[in-house]
Each structure stands twice: as structure tokens, then as C-alpha cells.
């Protein structure tokens, strides 16, 4: 071969080795590019593919609002609501505003339907150079619309710098997501009053608190008009809580936004806590608001009987009724411990001061009791607020720490795995927040503080101790524990189950061997209590109606029989059964209020005893079988102490001895009749026992959605419940929003954006 030819042949080699160089240099861009695009490209390449050469000035995003600090208020505008705020760019380069949205989605529906938001101009997305602002409009059009209010967040994405970062955005610097609060109201027919009415029911009675102090510091001397002030006082709020039973939608759900909240009041209280005022009622709490206006006003009309210290005992009275509905209408944990702690302090006082012989003790015993609950509430707050995840103020301020109930219950504590000690930290949690519960319920064997309450408390204050405070144990747990660890309910379910029947035996037992009748109806309150435990075990939508319609009609009866208990005391100054006899023949209105109100008690059919145990049997019995025919037994042990306790007080021959009682003189040795006040006190409770017994129906329409809202956060309907509930297809959804779905639009790189979570 020659020397020409080797050479031409080298040439043609290194041509072929220069080509295919060139080639890959080429082709590896390109398949890059490619594997971006597909979203397989290694992150580090495409995170270095993506960044710019040379970063350049970036805009910093600020919305503003008036007034500042509150949320956008949305004025009436035509049949819609129109309100605006404003983005800026405060930066020194240009801020793409890549998505304004309002912070919902299909399956976690936050606001009510009908919200939308646009720029200005039109579209949801822009670019604004430095020094620019652009107006964001949001309409909600109220046409065939449930909600009554708006509450929301409208959520701005863009490319910003976080406030005080330094030169361009790096990965620590970029602040993606702002939101600004949204809130509208559409007005009701008692205007400013209508709109605040929880919190005027809450803070009315302060009132009376306040003309106490006045009182005692002008040395107003005529204390009888204290108690007409506060009959005056409760009887508002009673007016105040009929006007929200007919004003309560009772078709509202967590479909229609808000919640599935009405009535909502929501602002910033203390901003460095990031601790809110959050009211509001639903299907759970409103029967229990109701619940406590009538009690208070019944307990108001039975504290006539007190004679002693008066401004001292209306101020603790008022100030215990704020913190009854204070408990019934919080939204955020903060508020709702607030309210909790300003019941022990009147009540402690309450019982200690103007109770019996045993007062001392028993109000020593009632407190350190309840502040051991509290303990274990607080602590149980503190860690729910510790591990909030990202969030909102109602304002929109971006927090990581938050108090509110309907935020945490997005979160999926159970999915986090935290632990506590090495154990799953939402058992830890639950059993704290139970173990506060139960104490107020009261649950074997933390109920050892009730009977002596009972027995020393003034009969207002047993009254409003058995018809309100107890029903706080349970209401919390429906609130709290069933709402935001929904897991560890199901976990510890068969145990609220057997503890239910465990009260529901012991306290009838117990309340058999009593000879005190005050004694007898407070153990009364242990058994009839653990059937709201039996009935939240199940966690069937039976069983959670049955809890909230026990709950109701156990406050009526017992108010009922308390009050009953005081009439005879008031005239001998003794509750011993076995000392009476024949009363019958002597105050026979009063047998025959006492024989009705026993009645109810035992569950007889035709009132409204009688649906709590039955509707707590027929959702119990498919979970519990063994543990709902034990608690069967308790209804025949309840008929017997009941039946017992009549006889020996009212039937028979009356004895003689009564004839000379130094208590009886005024009267002529003779037991006078129930009074006019002392039957105006009982009569209401008496009509709805008797009207509830037949016609279940209005306290069954007002809980009904609560009811089915709640049990689609606990519990997947199944073969084992004997109904399945009305649109229990959604529950899948609510699990998946739970879970952290991305809102309606959101891309998956930013749905985490714009969701709760």
C-alpha cells in the first residue's frame, strides 16, 4: 500500500472520529432535554439544566388590603358579593404571578360554592414589573346558595422573593404561595345582632357580672333584684337561642363550605400565638347551645332558693353560664380551653360557698378533679399546635402553628408518624385528651367527684352541674378526639364501648343503694352518661344520633329531677327516702311530677328518654353484641331503683311523726304544695320530655347531617351497620382530602401549594 493511500486512509478516520464527537455532543442535549420533558431526567441534571446562567433580580410580592390585617370583606353587589385586594411587587426584577385561586377543592370544599377570582382585567396569571401592582377581584354569587356567610382564602402563586432575601432567588429565598382572607355576609333578619349571635349569647351574662360589681360598689343594699336581673338575662338568651333554632339550617353539611359551621364569627385575637376567636355551631353543637339557654334559665328560676352572699352567687352564676356556651361554640382549641378553665372557678365557688354541710370537700374534690383533666387537654393542645404543618390565618398570614379545629382536622396526623415514648404519638394523644373527658363525663373510675358535687351544690347549681357540665365530657370527644384523629378513635373505640357499659351497670348499682334521693339521681347520671360512651363506641350514624339525642334529653330529665329533689328539701331539710312515706296523699302534684319525671328517666316509651337508649341499642348492637345486651340490664336495674324510690317516698301510709317537724310549723304540720316559681321552673323541661317522647323529630332534623358529617371522618360505612348514611360515597373523598389532595386545578409540582397541606 503507498504511503498516498495510508495517509488518505488516517484522514478519512479522524473525519469519522470528529463527526461522531460532534454527533454525541449533539444528540446528549437533545436526549436531556428529551428526559426533562418526560420527567426522567436525574434531579441534579434537571435542576441544572433549569437554572439560569446568570440569575438576574426577581420581584418580591406583597398583597395588601383594607383595612389591613382583616380579611377582603366582600360588599353586596347586585345578588352577588364583589370585594378586592391588590398585588404589588415591592422586588427590584420582574414577579410572575403564575396562579390567584381560591383556596378549595371538589373534595375538600372549604368555602361554599359560587367564589371565583380573577386580575383585573381578566385571566389568573401575570407579569408585573418592578413598582407594579395589579387589583385581584373576588365575586361570589349567592344564587341558590345554603351558606349564610363566607369564610376563605384566596391563594396567590408566583416566582417572588421571600421578604429579606438577598440578591436573587435562590432555594431558600423563594416564597411561591401568599393567601389573603376572604369574608362575606349575607345578612340576616336581625341585622347586627343575627350576625354576632353566639357571641352575644356567650358574653350576655357577663352582663350581670358586671352590674354585680357596680352594685357592690355603689353598697346597693336591695339584693332581690339580682335575681330578677339574671332571670331577666337568661330569659334573653333563651329568646336569643329559639330565634337560632328557627335561623339553623338543618340541610347544611360540609358540602355547602364553611365546615359544615353556621353562624361563624372568625378574627385574629392574639396574632404572636397565632391564636384566633373562631365560633360557630353545626349539627353537633347546636342542640347542646339550646340545651344550655333553657338549663340556664331553669337554673336561674331555682336559684331563688339561695338567700345568702346573693352578689356573690349571681356574679359565679353569670360567669358560669358565659363559660357553658363559650364551650359549645369554640372553633379553635386556644378559645376552647379558655372557656373550659372559666367554669371551674365559678362552680368551685358556686359549691364551696353556698352548698351543704360537705361543701368544702366536695368543691376541693370537683376541682382538683377537673384541673387534672385539663392537664391532660392542654398537653394535648400544645402538641396538636407544635405539629400544625403549614396553614393560614383567617387574614391569611402563613403560619406554621395553628389552634383552629377545622385546620388541624386536615391534617393527617396518623400518616406523620410521630411518636411519643416510642408509642404511636395519636394513641398518646387520644388517650390524653379521653382521659380530660371522661373526668367531666363522668366515666368509672374517674366519676368519684360527682356524687358529692351533687349532694353539697345548691339545686341551681346540681341542675346545671347534671343538665349542661357533664354533657361536656362527651361533647369533647365527639369534637375533638372523633374529628381530629379519626384513626386512633377506630383503634380505641371497643374500649369507649366497654367503659360505656361498665357506667351503665355500676352507676345503676350504685344508685340502687342510695338512701339520699339527691344521691340516687346523681349515680342515675353515671349509668344514663354511659350510654352515650356505648353509643359513641359503635361509630355507626345511629350511634353518634343517639350519643347527641341521650346527651339532650339526659339534660331535660335530669334538670327535671334535681329541681324535684329541691322542692322537698326546701320544705324538711332532708333528702333520706326512708324518712318519707304517704307523700302522695300530701302534695299529690308534686308525686305526679316526680312519678312523671321518673319515668322519663327509666326510658319509658311516649318520652323522650326512651329514644337516646333505644337508638343507642339499635347502633350498638351491630359492633357489640354481648356489650348492648348487658347494657339491656341496665335499663331493667334503672326501672327498679327508680320504681324502688317511689314507693318508699310517696306510697303507703304517711308517717305522723312529720306532724310536729319544726320545718312544717308555718304550715301547719302539713307539706305544702309545689309552688308557682317551683312549677314554672319545671314546666318547660316537662312539655318538651313529653313532646320529644312523641315527636322526636325536631331535635332529630337539627343533628342529622352533624351527626352523618362526623361518621364519614371516623368510619367507612360498612355490612356491620344497619343503614348505610345518605352520601356515604363521599367518604372517600373526605379520607382523600385528608390525605393531602391537591386543590381543584393544581399541578402536581404545586398542589401542595395551594392545599391545606
Known amino acids: 500500500m503507498s504511503n498516498l493511500s495510508l495517509v488518505s486512509m488516517r484522514r478519512g478516520f479522524a473525519l469519522a472520529r470528529s463527526a461522531r464527537s460532534t454527533s454525541m455532543k449533539l444528540l446528549i442535549p437533545l436526549l436531556v432535554a428529551l428526559s ?30 383594607e383595612p389591613p390585617g382583616a380579611p377582603v370583606e366582600l360588599a353586596a353587589s347586585g345578588p352577588d358579593h364583589v370585594g378586592s385586594f391588590t398585588i ?55 344564587a341558590g346558595v345554603r351558606a349564610r356567610e363566607l369564610y376563605g382564602h384566596v391563594v396567590v402563586e408566583s416566582d417572588a422573593v421571600a421578604a429579606g432575601a438577598a440578591g436573587a432567588a435562590g432555594a431558600l429565598g423563594v416564597a411561591r404561595t401568599v393567601a389573603m382572607g376572604i369574608h362575606a355576609e349575607r345578612g340576616s333578619s336581625l341585622g347586627f345582632v343575627g350576625d354576632h349571635i353566639l357571641s352575644i349569647l356567650t358574653f350576655l351574662p357577663l352582663l350581670g357580672v358586671v352590674a354585680v360589681f357596680l352594685a357592690h360598689l355603689l353598697r346597693y343594699r336591695d339584693d332581690r333584684k339580682l335575681r330578677l336581673m339574671t332571670v331577666v338575662l337568661m330569659g334573653v338568651n333563651l329568646v336569643l337561642a329559639a330565634w337560632l333554632y328557627a335561623q339553623f339550617d338543618r340541610g347544611f353539611t360540609r358540602a355547602d363550605g364553611n365546615d359544615g359551621y353556621q353562624f361563624i364569627e372568625h378574627g385574629v385575637w392574639i396574632r404572636s400565638l397565632n391564636v384566633e376567636y373562631f365560633v360557630g355551631v353545626d349539627g353537633v353543637s347546636i342542640s347542646m347551645v339550646l340545651l344550655t339557654a333553657l338549663i340556664s334559665f331553669v337554673g336561674a328560676l331555682a336559684s331563688y332558693s339561695v338567700h345568702d352572699q346573693l352578689k356573690g352567687y349571681f356574679a359565679m352564676y353569670n360567669l358560669l353560664v358565659t363559660g357553658m356556651f363559650g364551650v359549645f361554640i369554640a372553633l379553635d382549641l386556644f378559645l376552647f380551653f379558655v372557656f373550659w378553665e372559666v367554669m371551674l372557678l365559678p362552680m368551685y365557688f358556686l359549691i364551696g360557698i353556698w352548698g351543704g354541710p360537705r361543701r368544702e370537700y366536695a368543691a376541693i374534690k370537683f376541682f382538683l378533679y377537673t384541673l387534672a383533666g385539663s392537664v391532660f387537654m392542654l398537653l394535648a393542645f400544645i402538641w396538636f399546635y407544635l405539629n400544625a404543618g403549614h396553614t393560614y390565618l383567617v387574614d391569611g398570614q ?88 379519626p384513626e386512633a378513635t377506630q383503634w380505641a373505640a371497643p374500649a369507649m364501648a366497654v367503659f360505656g357499659v361498665v357506667n351503665i351497670l355500676y352507676g345503676a348499682f350504685c344508685a340502687m343503694a342510695q338512701s339520699d334521693l339527691k344521691k340516687l339521681v346523681a349515680y342515675s347520671s353515671v349509668s344514663h352518661m354511659g350510654f352515650t360512651l356505648l353509643a359513641l363506641g359503635a361509630m355507626t350514624p345511629q350511634g353518634i344520633q343517639a350519643c347527641l339525642v341521650q346527651m339532650f334529653n339526659h339534660g ?46 327509666l326510658g319509658l316509651p311516649g318520652l323522650s328518654g326512651f329514644w337516646g337508649e333505644a337508638m343507642t341499642f339499635i347502633g350498638a348492637f351491630p359492633r357489640y353484641r354481648a356489650l348492648t345486651i348487658l347494657a339491656a340490664v341496665g335499663v331493667i336495674l334503672t326501672a327498679a331503683y327508680h320504681l324502688w324510690a317511689l314507693q318508699r317516698m310517696f306510697l303507703g301510709t304517711f308517717r305522723a311523726s312529720w306532724r310536729q317537724s319544726k320545718y312544717l310549723e308555718p304550715f301547719g304540720g302539713k307539706f305544702p304544695e309545689i309552688s308557682g316559681r317551683e312549677l314554672a321552673s319545671i314546666a318547660p323541661l316537662a312539655a318538651l320530655v313529653l313532646v320529644l317522647g312523641f315527636w322526636p323529630r325536631p331535635l332529630l332534623s337539627l343533628i342529622d347531617r352533624g351527626a352523618l358529617d362526623v361518621h364519614r371522618l371516623v368510619d367507612r360505612p360498612g355490612q356491620s351497620q344497619i343503614a348505610g348514611a345518605p352520601g356515604a360515597d363521599g367518604v372517600g373523598g373526605a379520607a382523600y382530602a385528608r390525605a393531602g389532595a391537591p386543590e381543584e386545578g393544581a399541578s402536581p409540582g404545586q398542589g401542595a401549594l395551594a392545599s391545606a397541606r
Do not use: C
Open 36 to 65: 426533562v420533558v418526560l420527567g426522567a431526567a436525574p434531579p441534579a441534571l434537571a435542576q441544572a439544566l433549569e437554572a439560569p446562567r446568570a440569575p438576574g433580580p426577581r420581584g418580591q410580592i406583597a398583597l395588601r388590603a
Open 88 to 142: 404589588e411587587n415591592q422586588g427590584d426584577g420582574p414577579l410572575k404571578v403564575t396562579r390567584v385561586i381560591v383556596r378549595t377543592s371538589p373534595e375538600d370544599p372549604r368555602v361554599p360554592p359560587g367564589v371565583s377570582v380573577e386580575l383585573e382585567g381578566g385571566g389568573t396569571s401575570a407579569t408585573l414589573p418592578p413598582g407594579a401592582s395589579r387589583k385581584v377581584v373576588v365575586r361570589w354569587k349567592t
Open 556 to 601: 331535660l330529665i335530669t334538670g327535671m329531677l334535681f329541681t324535684l329533689v329541691g322542692v322537698v328539701y326546701d320544705r324538711v331539710h332532708t333528702r333520706d327516702i326512708d324518712r318519707f312515706g304517704g307523700l302522695a296523699s300530701e302534695m299529690p302534684l308534686y308525686t305526679a311530677l316526680v312519678g312523671f319525671a321518673f319515668m322519663a328517666s
Open 398 to 485: 402563613a403560619t406554621e402553628r395553628i389552634f383552629s379545629i377545622p385546620e388541624l382536622s386536615r391534617v393527617a396526623w396518623a400518616a406523620q408518624g410521630l411518636t411519643i415514648l416510642g408509642v404511636a404519638a395519636v394513641k398518646v394523644v387520644w388517650i390524653w385528651l379521653f382521659v380530660g373527658f371522661a373526668i367531666k363525663i363522668p366515666m368509672f373510675p374517674f366519676h368519684t367527684w360527682l356524687p358529692d358535687a351533687h349532694v353539697e351544690a345548691p339545686t341551681a347549681i346540681s341542675v346545671i352541674l347534671a343538665g349542661v357540665l357533664l354533657k361536656m365530657g362527651t361533647y369533647g370527644i365527639l369534637r375533638i378526639n372523633f374529628t381530629l384523629l
